[in-house]
């Protein structure tokens, strides 16, 4: 890869430190934006939106013009692996989404009609997206790590405890690994083609690490990510979000090969810095009800973190995805503090 200066996020990824730390911000493409909220009304619903090319690229540039952010994430979810795999997708009103079969058996696994062309119009939505964004912001594609989407395809929804994951690893490893495997692979294709398409980055999103033990954590989220980013990082760096790992992030860190790594807010900062990889760029890791917060504890919640990275590479961000109620103004205060523009 080369060093591409005049994107700082871009750079700040690949391990040059900015003097002014590049900022995006998970989720930032969505439901606290009344232009989104204008659009989802007009269009439909979150699939029907996330699977019509116009209509993602207008969402993924949506914060770009509204507050210039140095980062543009495609507007997806982690879930059209699973879709690429076989498995069915839908999402309830006010409930989330929904998949079926599940897997609980290796005959449902099997018996999965897998096509990857359903996953066409999302690298449609890059190529137009790329074609109109600005030189300066870097652009970045994500999945979902094999562990978190696995949760999905077994217990058919999403689950505060991942129980049915969970207990399924310890009842059947072999199945449990080969679904594993085959969404490994799946989403290995499926980066290298979004690369291919125009991102410049890519996230992992690991959003249910922190429900492992540290065994089944090794194998079933260090292993198969530093597979994937083995497979990926020669087109594009890898950014590696395994969210509640805890104490766990350094091993992650060094044995998943990723080129940053995305802390969540309930990380202390100042000791990532000290147990991390010297040099490895960190990202986040604001809690998203502070920035709910606004005023003088937002500013304060900036300025810890800030603080806690006095020489390595940063990418401000949150410690998880924007919440819906966030107002617009304390975006704009984040940005104008992280920025030093703030009057």
Known sequence: MTLRASKPLLATLQG??????PVWLMRQAGRYLPEYRALRAEKGGFLALAMDSESAAEITLQPIRRFGMDGAILFSDILVVPMA??????????????????????????????????????????????????????????????????????????????????????????????????????????????????????????????????????????????????????????????????????????????????????????????????GLPVQGNLDPLALITGGAVLDSAIDRILAAFPERPHVFNLGHGILPDTPIAHVEQLLARVRGTAS
């Open 85 to 278: 795999l076989g498995q069915k997708l839908w999402f309830e009103t006010g409930e989330g989404p929904r998949l079926a079969p599940t897997v609980t058996a290796r005959d449902v696994l099997d018996g999965f009609d897998a096509d990857s062309s359903v996953l066409e119009p999302i690298y449609g939505t890059i190529r137009r997206v790329k074609a109109s964004l600005d030189p300066q912001t870097t652009f970045l594609g994500f999945a979902g790590s094999p562990w978190t989407v696995a949760t999905y395809m077994i217990a058919g929804q999403g689950s505060r405890e991942q129980a049915e994951a969970r207990r399924l690893a310890y009842r059947d490893e072999g199945l449990m690994q080969a679904l594993v495997d085959r969404i490994a692979d799946q989403t290995i294709s499926y980066l290298r083609a979004q690369a291919e398409a125009g991102v410049e980055a890519v996230q992992l999103f690991d959003s249910w690490a922190g429900s492992l033990s540290p065994a089944q954590f090794e194998r079933w989220v260090i292993a198969p990510n530093a597979r994937i980013a083995a497979a990926v990082r020669d087109l594009v760096p890898v950014i590696g979000f395994p969210k509640g790992a805890g104490g766990k992030l350094a091993a992650y860190a060094r044995e998943t090969g990723v080129d940053a790594i995305g802390l969540d807010e309930t990380v202390d900062p100042a000791w990532a810095n000290t147990v991390l990889p010297e």
């Open 16 to 21: 040059t430190r900015q003097p002014v730390p």
